[in-house]
């Protein structure tokens, strides 16, 4: 799969269950900042409301849940689950819609576990909800239940479940939500294509088309086209995968027009330099004698050779200074990251694994009942540090579908257009893998925080020597060796390392107009 432009967490938002006028008000107010990438002032407005002591325990719990859902958008899980934990442990003082807020509750925890790959735990908390309080949920949330499993028995092969659990989307979405609908068919166009049914593939794909025309949505236009596209490409129907490329670069045009411009601009520069540079060859030419133009260009490149010579000489010195300088202030704000990150962890064992060892040593006879349920607090402490430091799922996943996940959750929180064509065969060891997804993983984050794109794209592409990975996007770009240079300079330093360490090539270039990262890996030293 190509391109994974997941909507789903977008569909439903916060689903109303009583909230209060002024709940209300603050959730639409934060999602004009979210909106606006102000999540430091989401924050501190939905903490400043949390802490009034006039609020209902109610209101309180949905505000933890925005506060989960705004860490989320910048990918801080740590905070989403305190957040949701707080959320969990203000349900013991609620008097009304109790089990409908924890259904709630239940569903946030199992949706920020799939985020993070942990699938496992995910499908846990989601028989867990089907057990106890599936019911309480909204219809809008129930579609979004049915289409996260859907997808996880879809990257298990289970196309028959998938089917069912998405057909079951699709119903619930054409009642609360049928603006929304066109993802699920681009889902199931997916779907019908590894089940190599071409007449079904197509049927969705005109019912996607109907509803995205009817709320005049042209990006699930694009989405629906794309999947098609790539499940022709499936089934092997190659002259028609042909036909949709042209269908979908024709949808495309409005994001390339501005690139196609400016490059046009740049090949009029050039050919005018060139016409320019042969009309004075062709007047020194004729003013010179042909001895004496001989003679100039013999002198001219013996000095040529040496001011070449010389300025590599002076430039391999830079150079190496500027690596050796480079070094050190990386080494200087690792150690400080990592000092950073010892002390965060260090905290997040203090107040919660110390603490919770400190309960239970002092926990009264008359409660050893609660011992267990306080040992799976704990159990579940550790295991959110542990899966913090390590992404738990990359080995069983591997280096495509961890790239899928990241487009699927950086599509689910921000208003950026990121796809991904990768055509990758596992030519790398694991841990190569990794390295590699690291290097993605940074400069997608750099992309969300600073370029302020519309549209990004990540290709991998496996040749029988290399490992070929290209990111870039239409943003305002940066001064790159300014940059590099600066002490804030961690993400491109990391990412110069990790290159290195893979013995690979790493090339970056910025303008006003966008970003182009490009990686080459040997697969003969990492596989």
Known sequence: MKLIVCFLFLIIGLTTHAQSSQVLELEKKVKQLNDSNKYAVSIKALLHYSEQKTISAEDRVYVYILISQTHKRIFDYPKVFDALSQAKNELANCKTNKKKLGARVLLEFALAYFDILDYQQSSEIMTQLHNQGIEQLSGGEKALVFMQEAYIVYIKNDFKKAEELYTEAERKMLEYSPRELPIVYAKKISLYAKMNNREKMEENYRLAVHYANLYNVNKYNLYACQMLRDGYFEIKEYQLAYRFFSTYDSLQTIYKAADFKENLKELEIKYQSEKKAKEIGIKISEIKGRNRLIAFLIALVVGLLFAILLRQNIQRRKVL???????????????????????????????????????????????????????????????????????????????????????????????????????????????????????????????????????????????????????????????????????????????????????????????????????????????
């Open 321 to 527: 200074l500027k690596e050796k300088l480079a070094t050190r202030r990386f080494a200087k704000v690792l150690i400080e990251n990592v000092e950073e990150e010892r002390r965060r962890i260090s905290v997040d064992l203090h107040d919660s694994v110390n603490n919770e060892l400190l309960i239970l040593r002092s926990l009264p006879q008359e409660n050893q009942h609660l011992l267990p349920q306080k040992i799976d607090k704990l159990i579940d402490q550790v295991r959110i540090i542990s899966r913090n430091l390590h992404p738990v799922m990359f080995d069983e996943l591997g280096l495509q579908n961890s790239v899928e996940q990241l487009v699927f959750q950086v599509q689910q929180y921000n208003k950026i257009i990121l796809n991904s064509e990768i055509t990758y065969n596992n030519g790398l060891n694991s841990k190569a893998a990794l390295q590699l997804f690291r290097i993605i993983q940074e400069a997608v984050n750099n992309i969300i925080k600073y370029s302020n794109a519309m549209a990004s794209l990540i290709r991998i592409e496996e040749l029988d020597e290399f490992v070929i990975v290209e990111i870039k996007d239409n943003g305002v770009g940066f001064d790159v060796h300014k940059k590099i240079e600066s002490s804030s300079s961690l993400g491109l330093l990391s990412m110069t390392e990790r290159t290195e360490i893979l013995n690979g090539t790493i090339k970056i270039e910025s303008t006003n107009k966008g970003t182009q990262i490009k990686l080459l890996i040997p697969k003969r030293i990492n596989s």
